[in-house]
């Protein structure tokens, strides 16, 4: 044998053994991850503060193949939650590799189902940033990570939602917009939230947009809408009787929650950034 051919069968050998090593690395990587994940409980604090990058509200929930029903963006995003300690801004994604190799013990795992289940919640209807893009010329507004900031009207309690907030402190300026398809569950008066709309979605999922100055004509409860369109313009109503107005400065409190045996809040902080970020799809009109 030449010299030569030599050479290429060993080239060759040492290929397969990487193959065979990477493999291996790739099998116990994805034991590790399964078992961690099997051991340790849901953090529902560390999950409700939703630390997720703009790139994840791509998600369309698309099935990568039929071979899984979990196989999916929102599967990904879950899995990634759970091996990355709830925080995708820090951390980097894993592989979709790792991901495929995990899926079939994923799939009979309660945990990873439950989280799904929220993530399909939350993720899934998401479409526009409540404030749209051609009305940032005419109205500036500002907003930060607010979750679990103390607030003590009507006792104290934790802020669970984000606050958007008119720069010029004029009730009426801006037009709100919902961020989902859904329905109209809820459109009235309450005491902390003043005049509010909550919209449940079809995936299960309810938005919650508080403090407004008035509602779109002729929405109601039970009414259909769809992302992009008005609901109402923000205010400062609220902290009191029906009517109250003035107690704190103008802004929208949007809410996010899910069905975990009752209601349960997520931060929308994040998820807002996303969204703001996000050239909208599907969305070439306005519906005021
Ligand atoms: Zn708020």
């Known amino acids: ?147 679990y900031a103390h607030r003590s009207y009507g006792g104290d309690r934790l802020h669970e939602g984000t606050d958007i907030f008119d720069s010029d402190d004029i009730k009426g300026n801006i037009p709100v917009v919902s961020i989902t398809d859904g329905v109209v569950e809820n459109i009235g008066w309450l005491e902390k939230g003043g005049y509010r709309i909550g919209i449940r979605t079809h995936s299960g999922g309810y938005f919650y947009y508080a403090h407004l100055y008035s509602y779109s004509p002729n929405l109601q409860k039970g009414d259909m809408v769809i992302a992009g369109q008005l609901l109402g313009f923000m205010g400062n109503s609220g902290y009191g009787p029906e009517a109250t107005i003035d107690m704190f400065p103008v802004h929208l409190h949007m809410g996010i929650y899910v069905d975990n045996n009752g209601e349960m809040s997520v931060n929308p902080y994040y998820i807002l950034k996303a969204l703001e970020n996000q050239s909208i799809k599907n969305i070439s009109y306005m519906i005021y």
Not at 98 to 110: G, H, R
Request: some cysteine; charged content about 25%; aromatic content about 16%.
């Open 1 to 147: 044998m030449r010299s030569s051919q030599k050479r290429v069968i060993k080239i060759f050998l040492l290929c397969i053994l990487f193959i065979i090593i990477m493999n291996q690395h790739t099998f116990l990587i994805t034991k590790i991850f399964i078992n961690n994940i099997t051991k340790s409980e849901i953090d529902y604090e560390a999950y409700r503060e939703m630390k997720i990058s703009s790139d994840i509200i791509d998600c369309n929930n698309e099935l990568y193949d039929n071979s899984n029903p979990y196989f999916n963006d929102i599967g990904y995003i879950t899995f990634n939650m759970l091996v990355n300690d709830y925080d995708l801004i820090n951390k980097k994604n894993k592989s979709i590799k790792l991901f495929v190799k995990s899926l079939p013990a994923l799939t009979n795992n309660e945990k990873f189902i439950e989280l799904y289940n929220f993530n399909k919640a939350v993720f899934l209807d998401l479409k526009c940033f409540p404030i749209l893009k051609p009305d940032y010329d005419n109205i500036n507004y500002y907003y930060e990570n607010s979750w």
